[in-house]
């Protein structure tokens, strides 16, 4: 069964960094792409952050320059390292990849 396990959230103030990750089992995740989304309170789902097989990344505007997207094909783990954080990062954070999505880590930046 697949499965995808992040980890890494918490409580920072503004201008903190955090580094999410997120755990799949189940399958070989080096054949999919990868992606970061996030949902704040009361807003739709967003697309922050992927990482494509090969390597290749792209970012929302919002958090360009700020957050890098990795992986680690031997261990099946993605990251997300955030850097500069804002009290609007605040959200629910999510990984996805293969059709299937993790629970989702709290993250919540302080002013």
């Known amino acids: 069964q697949v499965q995808l396990v992040e980890s890494g959230g918490g409580l920072v103030q503004a201008g903190g960094s955090l580094r999410l990750s997120c755990a799949a089992t189940g399958t070989s995740f080096s054949l999919y792409s990868m992606a970061w989304y996030r949902q704040a309170p009361g807003k739709e789902r967003e697309l922050v952050a992927f990482?494509?097989?090969?390597?290749?990344?792209n970012y929302a505007d919002s958090v360009k320059g700020r957050f890098t997207i990795s992986r680690g094909d031997a261990d099946n783990t993605v990251y997300l390292q955030m850097n500069s954080l804002k009290p609007e990062d605040t959200a629910v954070y999510y990984c996805?990849?293969?059709?299937?999505w993790g629970q989702g880590t709290q993250v919540t930046v302080s002013s």
């Open positions: 990482i494509t097989r090969g390597g290749t990344t």
């Open positions: 996805q990849s293969a059709g299937k």
